[in-house]
């Protein structure tokens, strides 16, 4: 299979994470191939948690980002400037608590020469009577209404030029910096790095970054599980989970 450029793959973690994080890097190791590099991220105040998870693991290095009051942000404008700690043509985003369960390399997420974003019509999220906030809150940050979900399949993948590109589109669109993002939200917290950037490279890119696949009407292959869908809830470990984690990766 065709390979296009050079792969990473990017966390950034906080040390509630650091368990999960662990079992994380676990299963990037047993079923992850064809990436050139793997770039943990985190605060200089979670590196005592964080630092030991990344030295026990096979695959992995850290890197700190700047401290941020409310990490919550924080961690969406690290990912927002993936390129400022990972140097590789493609980055593939991966959160803390996603563990692979299946065989996966980049060339399985690429149509067409180019990285598979799934979206879905928020039309859809309605009749379903899902709660999914982020319509309004996208379309706020694209100055348009945003008609799309972006965000609902990990792992995602971006080419680098997208960020720096978007990180330019944003400033002159709204005339403010991401440090900013923040003061500027109506609701507190709420915003979506992942459908800012999906939105970008369907509504603005131009065809450039991604193949677009509406995923109702393609076939997915699930290669992970994300097990806190909701940021807000307890990362605590439960007995359980922790059994089938320990499955998963073969420990």
């Not at 966390?11 to 992850?32: N, Q």
């Not at 043509?89 to 690429?110: L, T």
């Not at 589109?169 to 500027?184: H, I, M, R, S």
């Not at 992942?194 to 890119?205: D, I, K, P, Q, R």
């Amino acid at each position: 299979m065709k390979r296009f450029g050079t792969h990473g793959i990017l966390i950034r973690t906080y040390e509630k994470d650091a368990a999960r994080l662990g079992f994380c890097l676990a299963s990037i190791a047993r079923f992850c191939s064809g990436f050139d590099d793997v770039v943990i991220v985190c605060q200089e105040k979670a590196v005592e948690f964080i630092r030991p998870i990344v030295n026990a693991s096979p695959v992995g290095r850290l890197k700190i980002c700047p401290a941020y009051e409310n990490d919550y942000i924080g961690q969406q404008i690290t990912k927002l400037r993936a390129t400022d700690y990972i140097d590789t043509d493609y980055i593939c985003h991966v959160d803390s608590d996603c563990v692979f369960f299946e065989a996966f390399k980049p060339q399985d997420y690429f149509f067409d020469d180019k990285p598979a974003m799934y979206y879905k019509d928020y039309d859809w999220f309605y009749r379903q009577k899902h709660l999914n906030p982020w319509q309004f809150i996208t379309s706020r940050l694209m100055n348009r209404q945003v008609d799309y979900e972006f965000m609902a399949l990990f792992p995602l993948i971006y080419p680098k030029e997208l960020y720096k590109d978007l990180e330019a589109w944003f400033v002159e669109a709204n005339g403010y910096t991401y440090e900013e993002l923040e003061a500027k939200l109506i609701i507190p917290n709420q915003v979506s790095e992942f459908n800012l950037m999906g939105a970008f490279s369907y509504y603005e890119g131009g065809g450039k970054y991604h193949t677009f696949l509406d995923w109702g009407e393609n076939p997915i292959k699930h290669y992970l599980k994300q097990y806190c869908t909701d940021a807000w809830v307890d990362r605590e470990i439960s007995d359980e989970e922790y059994e089938e984690l320990r499955r998963t990766v073969g420990q």
